[in-house]
């Protein structure tokens, strides 16, 4: 046969196959109105196991391929189903009931000292709140959990050094809304109270900033010492000979500080992500970010036909973290950021869907992010 004639084959088997695929989610359709009548739940994991099983073994040497191939016909099928039914009904309504203006909070917690990059942050998603300087991450949530502060200001990733692990097992554990973000370009400078460079032995500064600067750091020969923040390494620089900080030149200022290098950090486009985190659920009109968190079972393409499924509704994942489930050794929660609205109507059948299927699943939020 000729590639013209088989690709004529395959084109009249793709037909088929269409026309097969959309006869299937119309049945499934059907197979919601029967659910709904009788109260049965629409994911019916003993038949799903008991399909893959089977065209797994009819599918011979493409078994495998077989089995992923209806493993998202019938994740799109289950999908179809709950949009049918509107599940997902606590997602719906703590949506619609959002708050939908720019929160004006009163007092706003962030790490560190004044003049940190927190600090910064901060001022710039909340010029007029006060700020509130917590020295760990663990209590800038507790303040919120308690009221001691409206909202949490906290770095989330650095474009070098990658995701902050601390701040991903807290946003996993309260489960509290992100309602804004920002991202900040990061520029370290070296301060000192002495005047030359060459009379530095320690450099103090956050953990961050210090993987953020280990080139330049290991090219000095200099040692370094953690701190919790960058403003409290200039804090701490300020009352120590032969000692100098990695931090903003603000907080060097702040200090008194004598800047003696400048733009230390080794990637030039060096930059942090932060969130603000709050109690409740705020949603402003021009939110493209959504956040959520949720944990599959521990088989084969469980989490690929999760991510298949955003995919299918054509959203843009951003980012994707795993964390370890505390307690549960190797098991874990998967973080999810997208481009998207709630108030598109196909993306929060999405979600609802994702929430009634998905175990720990949370919606963290639908915000935007300031550069
Ligand atoms: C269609 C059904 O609903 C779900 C989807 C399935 C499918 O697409 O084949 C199978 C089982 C259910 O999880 C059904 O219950 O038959």
Redesign the pocket.
Known sequence: MTLEELRKQIDEIDDGILELFLK?MAC?KQ?AEV?RQKGLP????T??LK?LDDVCRKAGEYGGQARILYAN??AM??EA?HSALGSGTELRQAVLKASRFPNKPRSVACLGEKGSYSHEALSRLYPEAEPVFFPDFPSIFAAVENGRADLGVLPVENSSAGSVNEVYDLILKYRFSIVSAISLSVRHCLASRETELHEIQTVYSHPQALRQCAGYLKKRGVSSAECSSTAGAAKLAAGKRKTAALCSEHAAAQYGLNILDRNVQDSDGNRTRFIAIGQNLLIPPQANKISLCFAVPHRTGTLYTVLARFAASGLNLTKIESRPIPGRNFEYDFYLDFSGSVADPKTLDLLCALSEELTRFSFLGNYSELE
């Open positions: 299937r499934a197979v659910k629409i994911f019916n994991e038949r799903e399909i016909l019938m099928s289950r189903q």
